[in-house]
């Protein structure tokens, strides 16, 4: 957990499974980050499921986002430290990149 971790409105796993408290003050600034770069999976009313795969961050790169801004977007709305197979080299968002180069 971080040290402002109530300031902040979403949890991450390994899996790239992104859990935002829709009734968090901060939540609609998270929301339309992970919009951008994830896939919704559940979005109901207080708790909403999103799952960062290949395509969504695909997605996110051709539309301009890269890897460097994906991270730091994570970083700066998770309740807890994005793991490091998330920013590794050969994590989801180097892989959507190196997708992206191929187009």
Not at 44 to 64: D, F, I, R
Not at 74 to 100: I, Q
Request: charge should be negative.
């Amino acid at each position: 957990m971080r040290d402002n971790h109530d300031q902040r409105a979403v949890w991450i796993d390994g899996n790239g499974t992104l859990i935002l408290e829709k009734f968090h003050p901060a939540s609609e600034a998270a929301q339309d980050s992970l919009i951008a770069i994830a896939e919704p999976l559940s979005r109901p009313e207080m708790m909403q499921e999103y799952k960062l795969t290949v395509h969504s961050l695909y997605a996110a790169v051709s539309s301009g986002l890269g890897p460097d801004i994906i991270i730091a977007g994570l970083k700066s709305f998770t309740k807890n430290l994005v793991p490091p197979n998330t920013c590794s080299s050969s994590g989801t968002a180097a892989r959507a990149t190196a997708m992206s180069s191929w187009s």
